[in-house]
């Protein structure tokens, strides 16, 4: 059975912070690649972040020098810290897992096989 689940979304002022985690289980443990996507009210989901079994990250522009991915993988753990948030972040926040282990973890939806069920953030003006 594979398992992605989020956990750690909320609602939480501008300009303030939240902690994402999702926990890896089953075949999704382990995977090459595990990232963030989201997806806000009436839009497409989207890439936010990702990183690789060797470490390589890739992070979208909107998000970059804000939001910082990790992984532990002695845990089969994902996280994602956020500061400096804005409303314009606000979305359900999804994990997603994939095979192949790149150099920069890619940021096509197609390259990641499985996924959680997702978390809300919002965040408030």
């Known amino acids: 059975q594979v398992q992605l689940v989020e956990s750690g979304g909320g609602l939480v002022q501008a300009g303030g912070s939240l902690r994402l985690s999702c926990a890896a289980s089953?075949?999704?443990?382990?995977?090459?690649?595990m990232g963030w996507f989201r997806q806000a009210p009436g839009k497409e989901r989207e890439f936010v972040a990702a990183?690789?079994?060797?470490?390589?990250?890739n992070s979208a522009d909107s998000v970059k020098g804000r939001f910082t991915i990790s992984r532990d993988k002695a845990k089969n753990t994902l996280a994602l810290q956020m500061d400096s948030l804005k409303p314009e972040d606000t979305a359900v926040y999804y994990c997603?897992?994939?095979?192949?282990?790149?150099?920069?973890?890619?940021?096509?939806?197609?390259?990641?096989?499985?996924w959680g069920q997702g978390t809300q953030v919002t965040v408030s003006s």
């Open positions: 990183i690789s079994w060797s470490g390589g990250t």
């Open positions: 089953g075949r999704a443990r382990n995977m090459d690649s």
């Open positions: 997603a897992a994939g095979y192949g282990d790149y150099v920069v973890p890619p940021r096509r939806e197609s390259e990641y096989r499985y």
